[in-house]
């Protein structure tokens, strides 16, 4: 499908209607970002995807503020995080926070969405967010899963993101790729996809499909962040040459802060 026809296809996402206020308010914090533009060149661009573990380190600690000094750490110009708590009656909206320490542009994409709790995806932003689309992959009874699709206006330069938190079964996998993949034939803009993949096998099909489709990428250990020995964390970039380098940002707070350590990719125009 195109592009402009996934905004707008009805069975992306099986929970539109619901929540007004959210959609709002979310739609307030893709307006009001402050941080100001480096220059009229995006590029090359830094991007990083992050799983922050709810805000909760290896120490057992809900420390939402370690996790906004880790981004400014890596300094990049696109996150997609993933585990962050979106707000509810029974706990902090994380990503509220962070948009304020950081400036950026801000969207959301919950996977669970009560109004006890809200949590799910995130992209942040230096540049605009033009549009945004939650896509429901969710399969079966298990727990709900989704994808973050974001158009992203780098000084009219024009830049498609994916964040994702695919889940823990292959079968669950596989049929989740297989719905990602869908969206991605538009050739409009470059797309890039970046997430928490949670396959622990180097060869396992899911990952044979998604490099298939964007080609292989470098994919150093990010998990668990005190000893990392699985690459579950992965950016994928089409087109493929675009993408200059992806290494791990290993420093003594984001071994605490979360049980992932983030992975940051540089991009070029």
């Known amino acids: 499908m195109r592009i402009d026809t996934l905004r707008t296809s009805g ?7 619901q929540h007004e206020a959210t959609r709002q308010a979310d ?13 009229l060149n995006p590029w090359p661009l830094t991007v990083a995807t992050y799983n922050v573990h709810g805000a909760v380190g ?10 906004a000094q880790v981004l400014r750490e890596i300094d990049a110009d696109v996150l997609a995080l993933q ?17 304020e320490e950081t400036g950026f542009f801000a969207v959301e994409g919950a996977t669970i969405d009560t109004p006890q709790r809200r949590y799910g995806n995130a992209v942040l932003s230096r540049y605009p967010i033009l549009a945004k689309q939650s896509l429901d992959l969710s399969f079966g009874s298990r727990e709900p899963r989704g994808a973050l699709d974001a158009d992203i206006d780098c000084h009219g330069h024009m830049l498609r993101v994916v964040a994702t ?13 297989k719905r990602l993949l869908q969206a991605f034939d538009t050739d409009q803009a470059p ?4 997430g928490d993949v949670n396959e622990w096998f180097m060869w396992g099909r899911t990952l044979r499909w998604l490099v298939s489709h964007f080609e292989a990428a470098p994919a150093p250990r990010t998990f668990p962040s005190r000893w ?3 690459a579950l964390d992965r950016i994928w970039i089409s087109p493929r040459q675009r993408l200059l380098q992806v290494n791990v940002h ?17 991009i070029d125009g």
């Open 165 to 177: 938190h695919l889940g823990l079964k292959p079968a669950e996998r596989r049929d989740q790729i």
């Open 228 to 230: 990392p020995l699985f």
């Open 58 to 67: 290896t120490d057992g600690v809900f420390s939402p503020q370690r996790i």
């Open 27 to 39: 739609a307030e914090l893709v307006r009001t970002a402050d941080v100001p533009l480096r220059d």
């Open 191 to 194: 797309v890039i996809l970046m």
């Open 83 to 99: 585990e962050v708590p979106l707000g509810g009656t029974e706990q902090v909206d994380v990503l509220a926070l962070l948009r």
């Open 11 to 17: 069975s992306v996402h099986p929970r539109q209607g």
């Open 250 to 266: 290993r420093t003594p707070l984001a071994r605490v802060a979360s049980d992932h350590l983030p992975l940051v990719a540089h």
